[in-house]
């Protein structure tokens, strides 16, 4: 037989409560086998008023079924525990990196096979002969070689923790469900494990179901950037062309005023140098008769005087100059106070224009998910939360599995943990949150209602919920209400005992809700969360309590 059906014939014939190969085998009328001690330590625990059930298929049995060994199944077990032994191990057994060593071997250390519950040691295949020769270790419990024995044990009674308290949600050994654990909701860790199996089935479906929503949703959110992107592209080459087209029609009837007004001015002063030169020659001709005619004045010919005046007082130049020329400056103020009508004209119509364009090129809505506007539409998004008990602060007693906290005035017994409040009257819860979430929490006293950070600090005063970066707190007392985080207090308005809290962690949203006849929202945040998420509570006075509602 091949190593590979050694194991599937193990695995086939253990015990599905201790986990072990079938010691003294006995089958129920269902058809499942279990060991005679086992089933019987089960249906001890378990009697409900003679009423018994199949671990495995739940299947009843009254009255309380007669057990008897089942001989030929007890043969099959002893021969392939020699099978197992005989079974042709690898041509090196020596231990590599990640095995597990035997405990039991002096120099090169071999490869363990199996652990020893009981003996709390590993050994290699020569050295676990005795476990299945000698008498004296018939009722020691051998598994699968395992480097993590010790996490297997319960550290007060040195027992294999066999047993899972539902109400604590913790694994026990048989000793701690008869004294702490006593009357608590126990079940063998076998069958806790098929139960949180088929749950783990589920969440899976649900998650690989989220996960195609969110890949779908990643497409179209890409396909939108892409989109988004071409859009902008073309919108600025389209811009700026009519931004420069703009600039050089402007540009061009700058030019053509610049060369109207030099035009202008060019007329202007070939008009004024033709006048000039005209005045000139003029005053140069009338200088000339006046030097003739103070000669003429100046003569004692009377007859010379005569003819001389005759000719020199008629006109001699016809001139076609005004008599009198009043010049004017061209100052060009018509042109000047043209160009600044336009000026103006050109901011008015931009400072109109230009909110319109801001607008239009604001950040576009990218396609985030919008947030729930009724309860129901919050319903699908809501999440199976519990509280983390190696969290708690020793004066924080959890109940209802773990979904309920409520501070008492004495220590609970809490083993240490390097997770735990040490001075603040809080708990976090297990799970992680880091998609779009909804949970409700009934409140009395004064209770802080939270999402943190896990690597909130959990010694001091600051490690309190909203009073760090690391966490945001909405608190209820039943009249003054108040949201903190960093230690900077927000005043909200009062409201009831039922609180709903919705995350969108990728939107970086977190918001409180008063729940009644409808949903009035108490705060909500806006920023950008680094990290998961874990929901919290905080109960600052006596017999406060937080519940984690059922949500339906």
């Known amino acids: 037989m091949t190593q590979q059906g050694v194991l599937l014939d193990h695995n086939q014939f253990s015990c599905s409560i201790c986990l072990d190969l079938l010691k003294v085998p006995v089958t129920t009328s269902c058809g499942h086998s279990y060991c005679m001690s086992c089933i019987k330590a089960y249906w001890d625990q378990h009697d409900l008023k003679g009423v018994y059930s199949c671990p495995q298929c739940r299947q009843t049995f009254t009255p309380r079924p007669v057990l008897r060994k089942n001989n030929m199944l007890a043969e099959v077990v002893e021969k392939l525990k020699k099978t197992e032994l005989q079974a042709a191990p690898p041509a090196d057994s020596s231990a590599g990196p990640g095995d597990v060593l035997c405990d039991v071997c002096s120099g090169r250390k071999q490869k363990a096979l199996k652990s020893c519950l009981v003996c709390l040691a590993s050994y290699c295949e020569a050295h676990l002969q005795p476990h299945y020769e000698s008498p004296a270790f018939k009722k020691h419990k051998l598994v699968k070689a395992s480097s993590q024995l010790q996490e297997k044990i319960c550290s007060r009674h040195e027992q294999v923790m066999k047993i899972f308290c539902r109400t604590d949600q913790q694994c026990i050994c048989y000793l701690c469900s008869m004294e702490d654990h006593k009357g608590h909701d126990t079940i063998s860790t076998a069958t806790e494990r098929t139960e949180k199996q088929q749950k783990l089935g589920l969440s899976q479906q649900d998650i690989q179901k989220r996960v195609q929503q969110r890949e779908k949703e990643l497409k179209e959110l890409q396909q939108a950037v892409e989109s988004l992107t071409r859009s902008a592209q073309a919108a600025e080459v389209d811009s700026e062309r009519i931004f420069t087209e703009l600039i050089l029609s402007i540009e061009r009837r700058r030019s053509e005023v610049k060369e109207l007004i030099r035009a202008q001015q060019k007329e202007a002063v070939s008009q004024a140098e033709g006048l000039v030169e005209r005045l000139e020659q003029e005053i140069a001709h009338l200088k000339r008769r006046y030097v003739e005619l ?154 802080g209602i939270a999402v943190s950070y896990k690597d909130i600090s959990r010694t001091g005063l600051l490690s309190g919920f909203g009073y760090n970066d690391k966490s945001w707190c909405l608190w209820y007392n039943g009249n003054r209400c108040h949201f903190r985080h960093n230690n900077v207090e927000t005043v909200t308005s009062s409201f009831g005992s039922r609180v709903g809290v919705y995350l969108d962690h990728m939107a970086g949203t977190l918001s409180f809700y008063s729940i009644s006849d409808t949903m009035t929202l108490i705060q909500r945040v806006q920023t950008t969360f680094t990290q998961p998420l874990y929901p919290g509570f905080a109960c600052w006075s006596l017999r406060s309590t937080a519940k984690l509602c059922e949500l339906e």
């Not at 004045?297 to 005004?322: K, R």
Request: one cysteine or more.
């Open 294 to 447: 103070e000669q003429l004045s100046h003569t004692e010919d009377h007859i010379h005087f005569l003819q001389g005046y005759q000719s020199l007082s008629s006109p001699s130049v016809s001139s076609d100059l005004p008599s009198t020329i009043n010049p004017r400056l061209k100052d060009f103020s018509d042109v000047r106070e043209a160009v600044s009508k336009l000026k103006e004209k050109l901011e008015d119509i931009l400072e109109g224009e230009w909110p319109k364009m801001i607008t239009t090129v604001n950040p576009a809505d990218l396609l985030l998910p919008s947030v729930p506007k009724t309860r129901g539409a919050f319903l699908q998004y809501s999440c199976q939360l519990t509280l983390d008990p190696n969290t708690a602060y020793k004066r924080i007693s959890l109940s209802e599995g773990n979904r309920t906290g409520k501070s008492k005035s004495q220590d609970q017994s809490y083993r240490y943990h390097p997770e735990r409040f040490t001075d603040v009257c809080q708990v976090l819860c297990r799970n992680a949150l880091s998609g779009c979430c909804y949970w409700e929490v009934e409140c009395s006293g004064r209770v």
